[in-house]
């Protein structure tokens, strides 16, 4: 599985912006997708995950109620749309996918995810 991520870009406090990230090679649609983001100097962090129905979602404390990702297995592509941006938020945000867990969870860590995309960056000034 390959995965491109694209939208980022720079904007104030307050903004909003829509990371796309296409998947590309042999049964994407059957992975979980996630965002993740890193800032300067810092983890790579969880950022939001969601089936690969869109039925089961989970975001990070830091993002609910801001973010919203969501999946058109149409076209291979998840989406990250972010509202009530914060200097915070400033970091690369990557997409990565993993083959459903037997649990039936959506994994926050990220070694458990087995592809990733190349990373956009996001810039949000005060």
């Known amino acids: 599985v390959q995965l491109q991520a694209s939208g980022g870009g720079s904007v104030q406090a307050g903004g909003s912006l829509r990371l796309s990230c296409t998947a590309s090679?042999?049964?994407?649609?059957?992975?979980?997708k996630a965002w993740f983001r890193q800032a300067p100097g810092k983890e790579r962090e969880f950022v939001a995950a969601i089936s690969t129905s869109s039925q089961t979602i989970d975001y990070a404390n830091a993002v609910k109620e801001r973010f919203a990702i969501s999946r058109n297995n149409n076209k291979n592509e998840v989406y990250l749309q972010m509202a009530d941006l914060k200097p915070d938020d400033t970091a690369v945000y990557y997409c990565a996918a993993v083959a459903p867990l037997f649990s039936g969870s959506l994994p926050q860590q990220r070694e458990t995810y087995t592809y990733w995309g190349q990373g956009t960056q996001v810039t949000v000034s005060s």
């Open positions: 090679g042999r049964a994407s649609n059957a992975y979980i």
